[in-house]
Nanobody, 124 residues
C-alpha cells in the first residue's frame, strides 16, 4: 500500500506562484514514475505533469508547459510541482499519483495510487 499526501495549495492572485508537494510512503518511491493531475469544478480530472523514476525525464500538458515544473527528491520521497504565472483557469483540486512503472505517463489508468488532493484557487 502507498500513501500520498499533498500540501501547498491555497489562494493566489493571477500571475502568482505556488509550490505543491507530495510526500510518499509505503513502497520504494524511487522505482516508480509520479504525476500530478487536477480536477476543476464540474470538469473531469486531467493530466498536468509526470516525471520518470529518476527525475531525468518529464512530460507536461500543453496548458501548463513553460509555467509549471515537476521535480522529485528520491532521498526524501517527495515530488513537487512549481506553478508560476498562474491563471484563473488553473483553479482546481490537484492530485499527486504514483504509476505502476518507471516511465512518465499521461494516462490516468497507468496510475495506481492517488492522494486526497490539495485545492488551488487563482483569483483574477
Amino acid at each position: 500500500q502507498v500513501q500520498l499526501v499533498e500540501s501547498g495549495g491555497g489562494l493566489v492572485q493571477a500571475g502568482g506562484s505556488l509550490r505543491l508537494s507530495c510526500a510518499a510512503s509505503g513502497r520504494s518511491f524511487s522505482t516508480y514514475a509520479m504525476g500530478w493531475f487536477r480536477q476543476a469544478p464540474g470538469k473531469e480530472r486531467e493530466f498536468v505533469a509526470s516525471i520518470n523514476w529518476s527525475g531525468s525525464s518529464t512530460y507536461y500538458a500543453a496548458s501548463v508547459k513553460g509555467r509549471f515544473t515537476i521535480s522529485r527528491d528520491n532521498a526524501k520521497n517527495t515530488v513537487s510541482l512549481q506553478m508560476n504565472s498562474l491563471k484563473p483557469e488553473d483553479t482546481s483540486v490537484y492530485y499527486c499519483a504514483s504509476t505502476t512503472n518507471g516511465s512518465y505517463r499521461a494516462y490516468q489508468g497507468d496510475y495506481e495510487y492517488w492522494g486526497q488532493g490539495t485545492r488551488v484557487t487563482v483569483s483574477s
